[in-house]
């Protein structure tokens, strides 16, 4: 079956540097790709999306980046603010199904 | 803004007693879908719902759950014989139908069911 999954469990930043959350996914025919941000007791928060046509996409203080030569997406969040703190998913669409991956959670050290 | 709406919040049942679970999803969206989450793992997969009918639906999703929509707005998760590893975050989710417009699931708020 499908398989997306995130290199790092954690990670912690100083407020106002940069982040970048990375993500592992395993199947090529996928052809949508979301981050998610949860935050503690609530549903996953759609952050930005990226088709497999493009290689990067921008938003606010958001940037996604996607490789598929090696099947890699990145989140990258400028300027670190402590409300960004909370776990940020990676989803893969295939058709009609996303497939999420374990989830970083991000903590932003003010 | 308009959004998923779930309830309850938070459900506590005894196992083997049936569960049902309430989404209203966003009014103009077309497909349907539950998730779970139990604490500290990813939000995976159940069921998918389009056009008055299971369009996908992963091996979690056994003869134990089944999905209805009773009316034009609800959206509803039926467990009928509670297990303790049924415990857990149920996700609703809706998006727009086509390949353009609304790609993204939007996700409500969840209901934490406890099985005890």
């Known amino acids: 079956g499908e398989s997306v999954g995130l290199h790092l469990p954690t990670l912690s930043v100083q407020e106002g540097d940069n982040s970048i959350i990375n993500c592992a996914y395993s199947n090529s025919a996928s052809d949508y790709f979301i981050w998610y941000k949860q935050e503690s007791g609530k549903g996953p928060q759609f952050i930005i999306d990226i088709r497999s046509n493009m290689d990067k996409r921008q938003g606010q203080r958001v940037t996604v980046l996607l490789n598929k030569t090696v099947k890699h997406l990145s989140l990258q969040i400028a300027a670190t603010q402590p409300g960004d703190s909370a776990v940020y998913f990676c989803a893969e669409r295939t058709g009609n199904q996303f497939y999420f991956g374990t989830g970083t959670s991000l903590t932003v050290i003010p | 803004e308009p959004e998923v709406t779930q309830t309850p919040s938070h459900q506590v049942t005894q196992m083997g007693q049936e569960v049902i679970l309430r989404c209203v999803p966003i009014?103009?969206?077309?497909?349907f879908y539950w998730y779970r989450q139990i604490l500290g793992q990813k939000v995976e997969f159940l069921v998918s719902?389009?056009?008055?009918?299971?369009?996908?639906k992963s091996e979690i999703f056994d003869d134990q759950f089944s999905v209805e929509r009773p009316d034009g707005s609800n959206f509803t998760l039926k467990i009928r014989s509670t297990k303790l590893e049924d415990s857990a975050m149920y996700f609703c989710?809706?998006?727009?139908?086509?390949?353009?417009?609304?790609?993204?699931?939007?996700f409500g708020q969840g209901t934490r069911l406890t099985v005890v």
């Open positions: 989710a809706s998006r727009q139908q086509g390949p353009l417009l609304g790609t993204e699931a939007f």
């Open positions: 719902f389009y056009n008055n009918e299971i369009s996908e």
């Open positions: 009014s103009n969206h077309l497909y």
